[in-house]
């Protein structure tokens, strides 16, 4: 059971807007700690999509965007892309536990 | 270039010891927060261990007191030192480079290509 929760699964056509959340609790997202989000694609290492919640490194597309209220973050993916098929991961920091860093459960897009 | 090259992975029986190592370039090690990261067959990350620049060191509850992440400056290596494996320490290894992006946060920009643990006998 992850710290960080997330829906298994999502889904949207080509062209569409998803979104992923990423719920937590108030020793971690409400605590005013941020959230960071990784992009695993079939076969490779995670990727930094968003630092900071809301914070593109560079070379990632506009596409992606990330916001973050309350004990709760999301990831929106906009004008989906066949190449968008992956697995997305929210990561935080607990001060409740002593793992400390902790990530969410995962979800895996499908661009239908 | 940033580039982070794990080995050390193999099949190691239940009980057993296995040192990973992660081989940076571009950039050095000792100046950086340094992670390790796993992932089972077929399931999420799991944050494993972290040793700050200044030297502190954390771990997951899952392998405090098996694993011990330690660094060599000299050859700007990060290992990872995992003694009394169980089979639910099968997974790929990422050793990760957490970089500051402002005052107090640290995210993962670099990750390496992992190695694989195989606990089993």
């Known amino acids: 059971q992850s710290v960080l929760t997330q829906p298994p699964s999502v889904s949207g056509a080509p062209g569409q807007r998803v979104t992923i959340s990423c719920t937590g609790s108030?020793?971690?997202?409400?605590?005013?700690?941020?959230v960071h989000w990784y992009q695993q694609l079939p076969g490779t290492a995670p990727k930094l999509l968003i630092y900071g919640n809301s914070n593109r490194p560079s070379g990632v597309p506009d596409r992606f965007s990330g916001s973050k209220s309350g004990t709760s973050a999301s990831l929106a993916i906009t004008g989906l892309q066949a190449e968008d098929e992956a697995d997305y991961y929210c990561?935080?920091?607990?001060?409740?536990?002593?793992?400390?860093?902790?990530f969410g459960g995962g979800t895996k897009l499908t661009v239908l | 270039e940033v580039q982070l090259v794990e080995s050390g992975g193999g099949l190691i029986q239940p009980g057993g010891s296995l040192r990973l190592s992660c081989a940076a370039s571009g950039f050095t090690v000792s100046s950086n927060y340094m992670s390790w990261v796993r992932q089972a067959p077929g399931k999420g990350l799991e944050w494993v261990s972290v040793?700050?620049?200044?030297?502190?060191?954390y771990y997951a509850d899952s392998v405090k007191g098996r694993f011990t992440i330690s660094r060599d400056n000299s050859k700007n290596t990060l290992y990872l030192q995992m003694n009394s494996l169980r089979a639910e320490d099968t997974a790929v290894y990422y050793c990760?480079?957490?970089?500051?992006?402002?005052?107090?946060?640290?995210?993962?920009?670099?990750w390496g290509q992992g190695t694989l643990v195989t606990v089993s006998s």
């Open positions: 990760a480079r957490a970089a500051p992006y402002d005052s107090s946060g640290y995210a993962l920009d670099y």
């Open positions: 990561q935080s920091y607990d001060s409740s536990l002593s793992v400390n860093w902790v």
């Open positions: 108030s020793s971690n997202i409400g605590a005013g700690y941020d």
């Open positions: 040793i700050y620049s200044g030297g502190s060191t």
